[in-house]
Structure formats: structure tokens, C-alpha cells
């Protein structure tokens, strides 16, 4: 990251990167033991009913659960299973009792919770295993235990491959994505193909990467902008360490029973990715930028991107604001004049009602408008664009946003 934080910010960042590892490690044993609760359930109804149940496959259903979620168990724990690239020592935070032994998270049975073994599975490259306290004395850290709100976001993370890396994100994909893409190609007709690398696209929230990628795969130079450390180690599995197409199978609609249509529904297997990232043509100029959108591309003691971006293209993202003034002011400033920046989404405020006591400022869709007019902005192309987000396309529930569409210039 190109600011410089101190020492206490570093290792608030270390842990918490440490703490999503530990997610991902732990999802077989939180997964397995939720399914495993269905199945204690069924033991207690009556036999005649437990037999029935049988007979229309539910027993056996539990089963194939499980053996669905140690496929997601094991393609997770390849998302993790390089960290250091991040640059992190995970050597103080992921260890404690030194006798831990290493093992995959599907040797634990869904009803043991006894012994909430540490894994040392992942080796570092600086093995020292504890961390030394303020006065010297070495410290040992417990190890971390995931919240349900931990899982809800790797579970989370496994449908947004759905969206970005598989067939059956198409669909979303096109109402999302390719807008965007043909308001960008629009405002730069006038540049020939092969000279597109000359335009230089920002994508910030680019979540697991696939729209900054296809912008990239048109030719322009283009950049992703990601702070979060589950899309950022997904991501880089995909972008980085992949080199077959549907190399992957995951199970992203095991884990919730409810509005199943059919067990078809719920079980069914999608493959990732769709295409190969390394598949981009030669010379393309593609990267993603780890870290705090504001903290990179803000004004404060970062001039040096200002007027530095042709085009900023956000999806699903400004209602991540805390202060969405600030957002715009710096989209404004980092773009070019005549600079284009797309945007496409709702205006669901991450921050409102926060338990963080963080400020939130949440305006209406007319009002975000008014204050890109007021920042500088011409807005055109405006229409709304009905769409889902990560949504099990075969569930009996679904919600629609009614997204936001526009392409403004920078005046
Ligand atoms: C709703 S998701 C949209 C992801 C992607 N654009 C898409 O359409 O699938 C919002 C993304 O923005 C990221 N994000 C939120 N605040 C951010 C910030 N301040 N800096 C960088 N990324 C941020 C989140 O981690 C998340 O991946």
C-alpha cells in the first residue's frame, strides 16, 4: 500500500487478515456442524416420521450437504493456501499451543467440538511461532473463533465467484457489467482499438475483479481498487493462480435450506472460472490495487493520481460511503478533465446503522445526483437497470434493484 501506517495500524490489519484466514479454515467444522444440527433434529421426531422423511430422500440429502460443503471446505482452503503473497506474517497470529498439529479442516467431525484444534497448516516464512508482548515476554495468542457474521461473508464470497467467474453468472453479469462496458467503449469511440491502452480505467470495490478484468480484455489499461482480504485472496486465486477453465467446483447454495425449490436447486455444483484471466491479450496492462479507496486515492498527501484516470467505473459500490462527498469529490479529482466515470448500482448504505459508531451519510438516489452536479459533474445516460446481486437464480426468493445507471463527465 503506497501510505505508510503506523506500527498499531499494521498490526490491527495483521490480525485481522489472520482472523480471515482462520475463517476460511474453520468454515468445514461451522458448516458441517450446522448440518449436522438438521440431522440431531430428524433423531428426535418420531420413527414413522423419521422413515418417511427417509423415503423421500431427506437423510440422504443431509449426507450429500456434507459432502458438498467438504468440496467448498477443500477449494477454500486453496484460496488460503498462499497468504504470505499479501505480505503479512501470519507466523504470531494463527498459532498458539506449540503441539497444535497441522490437519485439514475435514478431519473434524461435525460433532466434535471438543477440541477446537489450531491449524499450522499454512507455513510462513518467517516461522517463529509467538509473538512477544510489550515487556518481552513472549505472548500467546488464542486463536481467533469466527462470528456468524465471519461465515455469512465467506459464504458471501462464494457466490460472488457465481457472479463473476462462472456461466451461470452471465445473466448478472450482462445487466451489470456490460453497460458499463458500452458506455466506456461509447465515450472513447473515438480511439482505435490498439491505441486503447493509452486510456486508463479505474475500477474501485472491484470485488473479485472480473469487470476490471473484461475492461482490461477490450484493451484499456485498466486498474481494480479492493480492500476487503476475502475478495482479495479470491481474487487472486482466480486472476493469479488458475490456468484451466472450470478448474473449480464449488456448492455456493448448501448452507440454507429455505426457499429450496428442488434439492436439484440447492445442490447444484457451479464451475469456475468461465475463462482464463491469463487468457488477456499480451500487453494488456491489468493490476489490482489492494487497500482503502479513500486512503490511495484520496487527496491527502496523494496529488500524484490527481487528473491521473480516463474513466472511473463503479458498480455496486458508492453506497459503501461513509461519506459519499468525499467519494465524489475524489472520483472528480482523479479523473482527467473530460474524464468519464460510470456508475451502476443502488443505494444500499453499507454504514447506515453501523454498531461501530462510525458516521454515515446517506442520501437519496435525486441527492447524490445533485451533489455530483454540485461537484462538477455532467450526468447523461441516466436509466435505471433492473438486476439482481449474487442471487441463487433457482430459489423461490429473489430481490431486484432497481440500480442506478449513469455516465457523468468530468466538467
Ligand atoms: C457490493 S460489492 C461490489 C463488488 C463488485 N463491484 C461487483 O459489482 O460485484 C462492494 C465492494 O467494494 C469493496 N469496498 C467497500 N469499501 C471499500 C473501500 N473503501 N475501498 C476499497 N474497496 C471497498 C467491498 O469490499 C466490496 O468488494
Redesign the pocket.
Known sequence: MPHSHDQSEVEEEQLHFSNVITTFQNYAQYSLSANNRRRKDFYTLPKPDQDLLSSLGYKAKLDQVDAAIAANADFLSEVVSDPEIFGHDLSSVTEDEPSAESHSPMNDSPMDHSHERVSSGHSHSHGHSHAHSHDGAPRIRRRYKPTDFDMDKLRSTLK?FV??WSVEGREERDA?YKPMKDALLLHFAGIPATERGRVRVL??????GR?AHDVAGLGFTCQG????HY?LLSSHLILNRTDKISAYTIYPYVHSFSNAASDEAMLRPVTIPDVLPSGLPDGVDFSLVA????EIFGADGNEPQAGQWDAVLT???ID?AKNIVNYLRIIHQILAPGGVWVNMGPLLW?WENNTTNDPSIELSLEEVKNLARAIGFRISNERTIDTT?TSNAQGMLGYVYHAAFWTATKI
Open positions: 460472488q457472479r463473476d451489470c475500477v474501485p470495490g472491484a470485488g473479485l469487470l481498487n479492493e480492500f476487503s475478495m487497500g482503502d479507496f479513500e458498480c455496486f459500490f459503501t453499507h446481486y
